[in-house]
């Protein structure tokens, strides 16, 4: 049962390359998030999904893209990397939520991206 | 909107010794839950409590406990007797009961566990 597993780890990109995070779950999790940390912040949502096929966008959605096509798979895409994309990416997942609301979220090891 | 406030960049606490670290927060949902999050220096998420805004007691996992303040609008994590590996960035967060669990963050607070 490896939980939350990210690809890459580490990634250096030029500005205007295209790159795909991927992240899987093997906890048949409903539910897949994308976060971005930056230097002294707290985490902020990028892009989400419900379920298989859907996605939504979080906080801060402007210059990524996401899919969900499989229920395991939820992947991040940058079409034209800028340096203020420079940030760690995590991925998450969770259950529903119970009825109190109560359901932790999952975190992968996170991605390192520069963008130069 | 909803808004996580954490007014302490850092603590340095003695080893055995008991921490608070604070959050308060902001949010017009009546119904909402409440998180904390600790992240080591090799940076993984590690969930450690989760407080429900109808739960009329305050959470409590091993030797962390949550003191919920409704009220006040307080969710502070309280750590008994630390330990050196306590040392870390903990993040309080929060999200609506209804539908996707959508977490917002705090900015973290950086707590150092002398001997």
């Known amino acids: 049962n490896a939980g939350v597993t990210q690809t890459p780890k580490f990634r250096v990109l030029k500005t205007g390359q295209s790159m795909t995070l991927l992240c899987a779950q093997d906890?048949?999790?409903?539910?897949m998030y994308w976060y971005r940390q930056d230097p002294g912040m707290g985490l902020r949502l990028i892009h989400y999904?419900?379920?298989?096929?859907?996605?939504a966008k979080g906080e801060v959605p402007d210059g990524y893209n996401v899919s969900r096509l499989k229920k395991q798979n939820f992947l991040l895409g940058l079409e034209s990397a800028a340096p203020s994309q420079t940030s760690v990416y995590f991925c998450?997942?969770?259950?529903?939520?119970?009825?109190?609301?109560?359901?932790?979220?999952?975190f992968g090891p996170g991605t390192r991206l520069t963008v130069t | 909107a909803q808004k996580i406030t954490q007014t302490q960049p850092g603590m340095f606490v003695q080893e055995k010794e008991a921490v608070t670290l604070d959050c308060t927060y902001d949010?017009?949902?009546?119904?909402?839950?409440l998180f904390w999050y600790k992240q080591p220096s090799s940076g993984e998420m590690i969930f450690l409590i989760y407080?429900?805004?109808?739960?009329?007691q305050n959470a409590t996992e091993g030797r962390y406990s949550l003191n919920f303040q409704k009220a006040r609008k307080s969710a502070n994590l309280v750590i008994s007797a630390s330990q050196l590996g306590d040392s870390a960035m903990y993040f309080c967060?929060?999200?609506?009961?209804?539908?996707?669990?959508?977490?917002?963050f705090g900015q973290g607070t950086r707590l150092t566990i002398n001997p």
């Open positions: 998450a997942s969770s259950r529903a939520p119970g009825l109190a609301g109560e359901g932790e979220q999952y």
């Open positions: 906890m048949n999790h409903e539910y």
């Open positions: 999904s419900v379920g298989e096929g859907t996605t």
């Open positions: 949010t017009s949902d009546p119904s909402y839950g």
């Open positions: 407080q429900g805004s109808y739960d009329q």
């Open positions: 967060a929060m999200n609506r009961i209804q539908g996707a669990q959508k977490l917002v």
